[in-house]
């Protein structure tokens, strides 16, 4: 029965004047509110070392206030969520799920289906058709035993039924993969096509469903000819919406371009979201349905639609689709499924759902030759249910064509088979590493009889602004290709982050891998490069939050079986331009931390790249765009000898000049303990005789192989920081390459005391790194490969230097 609600008063004034707040609407509403959010927060937390999505705490969060739990008190649910408040609430959470299916429909990439392939199409198709057909028995069994659904037309409750059962979520899948770092590998890619293919025919049967369910139980029989005009009417606003205001909204995106960025045409872009789900619902078909068409029409390749996420986005998935979660799960009474009966019914839903969807994938990924533990954790992957299908059991309960214990069994069906999908997946499918355990981690190696062998650098990106300087970097170390193959592996590093959501950072994945079309600029250029430059290069995407994107990194490394990563360092030269008063721009020190753990845990050779404007401003950099002049800083030490090791690389190319300035020390001393907590050196003990024979040895080698071709000088190391920075003073040198110094030798004993602004760049680094010091080069600090001491790194130093 509708609840009158004509006589609700918005605010009250106040407790010092009588007025109880929780009589009224609006500071109800925000308690409420507050409530939903407060607890969603919190169950979120507490499954997230089960690395379970979002939406399973925000509709858990639903149930328990509702009379599931909380609400069977009369106090709170009374007080709380009053019957007159609950249209409120529910009006509330319908405009936060009109605008949030806007942003499905503005980030689902129809072009992106039709290029996902025959295996994704096959596979959605299978996920669909078989649990769609065990719906049917379902259904029968549910209105044979449900007391009060045998009432319902056949037609409807079996569409709702088979909908509920045979849809994937898209949003909650793309953060499961991306939450098991398989998003952007073959089977994530397979999974989020055939979801997405998957997303599109869910929105059609429940189109079809809606149109269907036109005669309710104790309503007005209505004609079956009203469902055919409903279906046709939907079918032409779709035709409608795609022929006439696709085109449009491709014209008003330009425009808002063109007129730098104006206001207008978002508010317009909003308006024509309401506008949408008006006509839809004026129709006979859901609101939504309207709002999600028209984000199709929205173009995806410009800046248009992603600065309509970034104003929606937050206020929509923040604080008003949880409110939605809230109402439906004030909708579900779990007390309603009583008796062994009732229960048996859910148990043979769950398996029903799970097995169909397992099962048919599962095929159709076999006969596609997939490995049979990749098609199975596929199976569990489609299987991800969520919001999408939240929203159709609220419909079918708006409808009346599901009835109470009907709806809380498939919201516990929802619920449970998101659940397992992330611990399964985990446990069935462990991608194992590729190729053998190799040798060659480090770039200075000890068989002079492998010096020919391809050497793999796998560089790392944050974005095209770090594009030229490894550009750069590669040239240079390129050297000449014919004595030394280079293969290089680009590696772009995207942020996962719980504001996007997870469409959005699938589309991103997908967009941001420089191989597409979307980055042409950037792919181009590095395949370009490969070709002109005799260098084998390929690319790849890590999308991840950048407390684990360093697991990331390393992986990649052990698997191209790379001998030396570099990372970009986390700041850059901002505005200010290049030069010694150019400003430094902090990308964020959270890319600090994914460097230090690299550093920290990388199977082979690190290199740390500064870049002060090494690569210049043009991003399309051509084979001979190197360095001109590179020094190497030599003090002594594994990190030191493979700096040098690189510089012997560099020195091949013709277009390099390479200088080695090593600094000599009068006497080994003894460092004391403890040294500044900034600084970080190993802690393992090395044999101070045996490292000087092989400093000498590396230095010797490298003068007999360069000779003629680099500069090489000795100083005394009287003053190493006031020397270190008057060459980084001198504009002669556009790249300089510096051990990290993890085994700090007496020359540099006086720096290990001074307080580091980045302790991880190790002493000599720190000082080329710091601001204030007027250094103008760009810096490279090297870290070699060592057994047993890459996991190693303390903050004291051993006192047998």
């Known amino acids: 029965m509708a609840v009158n609600i004509t006589s609700t008063i918005t605010s009250s004034n106040g407790t010092w004047q009588g007025d109880n707040p929780l009589h009224y609407a609006f500071p109800l509403l925000i308690l409420q509110t507050l409530l939903v959010l407060l607890l969603s927060r919190f169950l979120a937390f507490l499954l997230k070392p089960l690395r379970q999505p979002k939406v399973i705490a925000e509709i858990v969060a639903g149930i328990l206030l509702g009379p599931s739990a909380l609400s069977r008190s009369q106090s709170f649910s009374h ?12 009006s509330v959470a319908s405009i936060g799920l009109l605008f949030f299916l806007f942003l499905v429909g503005l980030e689902l990439d129809l072009s992106s289906i039709r290029r996902s392939g025959r295996k994704a199409l096959a596979v959605a198709t299978a996920g669909i058709t078989l649990p769609f057909v065990c719906a049917v028995g379902v259904a029968f069994v549910i209105r044979k035993t449900v007391k009060g659904d045998d009432q319902i037309s056949y037609g409807p409750f079996l569409v709702f039924i088979g909908v509920a059962l045979s849809i994937t979520a898209f949003p909650v899948l793309a953060r499961i993969l991306a939450e098991l770092k398989l998003l952007t590998t073959p089977i994530g890619e397979t999974a989020m096509a055939a979801a997405a293919f998957n997303d599109v025919a869910a929105w059609v049967l429940l189109a079809l469903a809606v149109a269907l369910s036109g ?29 006439v205001v696709r085109p449009a909204m491709t014209r008003i995106s330009k425009r808002w371009s063109g007129s730098g960025e104006s206001e207008t045409y978002i508010c317009l872009t909003l308006a024509g979201v309401l506008a949408a789900g008006f006509v839809t619902d004026l129709i006979g078909v859901h609101a939504i349905f309207g709002a999600f068409v028209f984000g199709l029409t929205i173009p995806k390749e410009d800046e248009f639609s992603g600065r309509l996420i970034e104003r929606i986005e937050d206020f929509v998935s923040l604080l008003l689709l949880p409110l939605y979660f809230a109402s439906s799960g004030l909708k579900t009474n779990v007390a309603k499924i009583r008796g062994a009966e009732a229960w048996g019914l859910l148990a043979l839903v769950i398996a029903t759902a799970c097995s169909g969807k397992i099962l048919g994938t599962f095929t159709v990924a076999v006969l596609n030759n997939m490995p049979a533990t990749e098609a199975l954790a596929l199976g569990f992957l489609m299987n991800t249910k969520g919001l999408v299908e939240l929203i159709v059991l609220n419909i079918g309960k708006e409808r009346k064509v599901l009835n109470d214990e009907t709806f809380a069994i498939l919201v516990l069906m929802a619920v449970f088979t998101t659940f397992i999908t992330t611990p399964t997946v985990m446990a069935i499918y462990k991608p194992a590493r590729r190729g053998k355990p190799y040798m060659h981690r480090k770039l200075q190696i000890a068989s002079p009889g492998n010096k020919h062998e391809e050497v793999r650098i796998l560089a790392c990106l944050h974005g095209p602004a770090n594009v030229p300087s490894i550009f750069s970097l590669v040239e240079t170390i390129r050297g000449e290709t014919k004595r030394y193959p280079l293969a290089l592996y680009i590696m772009h590093l995207v942020e996962l982050t719980e504001r996007s959501s997870s469409i959005v950072m699938a589309l991103r994945a997908r967009k941001s891998r420089l191989c597409r079309e979307t980055q042409n600029r950037v792919a181009g250029a590095f395949e370009a490069y490969g070709q002109l430059g005799g260098v084998r290069v390929r690319t790849f995407t890590a999308v991840s939050a950048l407390g684990s994107m360093h697991e990331d990194v390393c992986s990649v490394a052990e698997e191209k079986r790379v001998a030396m990563v570099v990372l970009p360092f986390h700041k850059r030269v901002g505005g200010g331009g290049e030069g010694r008063d150019c400003e430094m721009e902090n990308v964020g020190n959270a890319w600090r931390s994914v460097n230090h753990r690299v ?5 082979c050779s690190v290199g740390v790249l500064m870049d002060r404007g090494l690569g210049g401003d043009n991003q399309d950099r051509r084979p001979g765009d190197a360095p001109r002049r590179v020094c190497v800083l030599f003090f002594g030490g594994p990190d030191d000898r493979e700096a040098l090791e690189l510089a012997g690389r560099m020195a091949e190319h013709p277009a390099v000049k390479v200088d080695v300035v090593r600094f000599v020390g009068s006497k080994a001393i003894e460092l004391q303990l403890p040294l500044k907590k900034s600084h970080s050196f190993s802690n393992s003990a090395i044999d101070l005789a045996r490292e000087m024979e092989l400093d000498d040895a590396t230095v010797e080698e490298f003068r007999e192989k360069t000779q003629g071709v680099a500069g090489y000088e000795e100083k005394p190391a009287n003053n190493v920081e006031a020397s270190v920075i008057e060459i980084g003073r001198k504009r002669d040198y556009e790249l300089m390459v510096v051990g990290r110094g993890r085994f700090p030798t007496d020359m540099v004993a006086d720096l290990a005391y001074r307080s580091a602004e980045h302790g991880e760049l190790g002493p000599v680094g720190d000082i080329l790194a710091s601001t204030g010091h007027g250094i103008v080069s760009s810096t490279l600090v090297v870290q ?7 996991g190693e790194d303390s903050n004291s130093a051993s006192n047998s230097i």
């Open 784 to 790: 070699q490969y060592r057994p047993f001491a890459n």
């Open 79 to 90: 007080h709380v969520f009053p019957s007159w408040s609950l249209p409120i609430l529910e």
């Open 599 to 603: 550093i920290r845990e990388a199977p």
């Open 215 to 243: 005669n309710v139980p104790g309503g007005a029989h209505k004609s079956p000819l009203i469902s055919v005009w409903v279906l046709l009417c939907g079918v032409a606003f779709v035709v409608f919406m795609m022929a």
